[in-house]
């Protein structure tokens, strides 16, 4: 089954380090794949897409991530996290003609100062 | 421009109840969808639509049912509440998903409706 993996569901960074958020993809064809995040209490918003061509993805609040391939990965990343980050980040994706969004299970962010 | 509005914000409902939740979107989106959203469990599809009058079934869709009469909304019906849908619900909207074109591909979701079914 097509489908995306987060394998933290919990991850505890101080403010200022730099953060790795994990996505793992089982897509045969080339897939689509999305961040998004959730701030508390608020729908979703897109951080960053990867559809084909450039590998690393540049998104909105200085995240990006990197597809590769061989390791089925889209890795979401920022060099200096900052409080206001603390949230829910969820990995999606699908792959071409397909009408639908598969969801990972997500992984809470907190920040520490 | 309001984006995706979703009406009510809370509910809550005693078993066997039934009630409808509104989803509205003014960006003349084709593609609407409604998930549910529960703890340790992501988002699950519940139905989506890819045009009005178009409705079809995503990962959960049972205690369910949906209408697009109207491109620009998308009703969620549950006809006899469970506990089991105590949820937060969540509506979302975009173009043809992998158009490939820039802009054109992204969910826009909605704030989210808490529903406690008692």
């Known amino acids: 089954a097509q489908s995306v993996t987060q394998p933290d569901i919990h991850i505890t960074v101080s403010e200022g380090a730099s953060l790795e958020l994990r996505c793992n993809y089982s897509y045969g064809a080339t897939p689509y794949l999305f961040w998004y995040v959730q701030s508390p209490g608020q729908g979703l918003q897109l951080l960053l897409k990867y559809f084909s061509g450039d590998t690393l993805v540049q998104g909105i609040k200085g995240f990006e991530a990197e597809f590769k391939r061989s390791q089925s990965s889209f890795n979401l990343r920022k060099p200096s996290v900052h409080w206001s980050d603390a949230a829910e980040y969820f990995c999606?994706?699908?792959?071409?003609?397909?009408?639908?969004?598969?969801f990972g299970t997500g992984t809470r962010l907190t920040i520490i100062p | 421009n309001a984006g995706v509005t979703q009406t009510p914000k809370f509910r809550v409902l005693k078993t066997g109840q039934s009630m409808t939740l509104l989803c509205a979107q003014d960006?003349?989106?084709?593609?609407m969808y409604w998930y549910r959203q529960d703890p340790g469990m992501g988002l699950r599809l519940i139905h989506y639509?890819?045009?009005?009058?178009?409705?079809a079934k995503g990962e959960v869709p049972d205690g369910y049912n949906v209408s697009r009469l109207k491109k620009q909304n998308f009703l969620l019906g549950l006809e006899s509440a469970a506990p089991s849908q105590t949820s937060v619900y969540f509506c979302?909207?975009?173009?043809?998903?992998?158009?490939?074109?820039?802009?054109?591909?992204?969910?826009?979701f909605g704030p989210g409706t808490r529903l406690t079914v008692l």
């Open positions: 979302a909207s975009s173009y043809p998903l992998t158009s490939g074109t820039p802009n054109t591909d992204t969910q826009y």
């Open positions: 999606a994706g699908t792959n071409f003609g397909n009408e639908k969004l598969t």
């Open positions: 639509s890819v045009g009005e009058g178009t409705t």
């Open positions: 960006m003349n989106h084709e593609y």
